[in-house]
């Protein structure tokens, strides 16, 4: 699915909204294009994800810099910890930070997942293949307004986009690991993107 944006804009390294002028290096493009996955599920968000193409190049200073992806359908193994980022909620209810802050999470195994999330919800929750699961450490947690944002790890000295905030009850409860979606899993149709319309 193709959606055209008028009005939508990304900014890029800006981390500090306390600033009258924002951070050194940040930049504001407009997004031309957005190209929601084809097979995206909004009521078991299976396949959250998109991709946006900016009307501009960014430019690589103090601030900004690049993620790799990961390997087509790799997995990072159980206890691996892993960063993520965001504006998102300090806790259920707020407030709202003006830094963006960070959190260290552990990767979760699908199984564990599984059985964690069902003991908290009435109906019966079944992991999608295109998402994985982090954290369930209490007060230690992305939150609400997280959404879409960055899971990284480490790996030999490089950071890899692993994970897309999608979705979790509550935010940092102790044994409750939030949902995020498998980047890997997406390499192929991200590629397809790119090449099928030349971006």
Same mark, same amino acid.
């Given at each position: 699915? #193709? ?5 939508? *804009?990304?900014?890029?390294? +800006? @981390?500090?909204?306390? /600033? %009258? ?9 407009? #997004?031309?294009?957005? $190209?929601? @996955? @084809? ?5 078991? &968000?299976?396949? +959250?994800? =998109?991709? &946006? ?12 810099? &690049? #993620?790799?992806?990961? =390997? ?7 206890? %691996? ?5 965001? $504006?998102? *909620? ?8 003006? /830094?963006?802050?960070? =959190?260290?999470?552990?990767? #979760? ?19 999608? =293949? ?28 490089? *950071? ?19 949902? *995020?979606? %498998? ?17």
């Amino acid at each position: 699915m #193709v959606r055209m944006q008028e009005t939508t *804009y990304v900014r890029v390294g +800006d @981390h500090d909204l306390t /600033r %009258k002028y924002g951070s050194p290096g940040a930049q504001t493009l407009k #997004v031309l294009t957005t $190209y929601i @996955h @084809h097979n995206h599920n909004s009521q078991t &968000l299976d396949n +959250d994800i =998109a991709l &946006l193409k900016l009307g501009g190049k960014v430019e690589l200073k103090e601030g900004v810099c &690049l #993620v790799c992806l990961p =390997a087509r359908d790799v997995s990072h193994a159980p206890g %691996k910890r892993c960063t993520v980022t965001g $504006y998102g *909620y300090m806790g259920e209810t707020g407030p709202i930070p003006l /830094r963006v802050r960070e =959190a260290e999470l552990p990767i #979760v195994s699908d199984a564990e997942c599984i059985r964690k999330v069902n003991a908290v919800t009435e109906k019966i929750f079944i992991l999608p =293949a295109s998402s994985f699961c982090a954290g369930g450490e209490e007060g230690n947690d992305a939150c609400q307004g997280d959404g879409g944002g960055p899971l990284v790890c480490q790996d030999d000295g490089f *950071y890899e986009l692993v994970g897309l905030v999608s979705w979790g009850f509550g935010c940092g409860r102790q044994d409750v690991p939030g949902v *995020y979606a %498998k980047v890997s899993a997406f390499i192929g149709w991200i590629n397809q993107i790119i090449s099928v319309n030349n971006l």
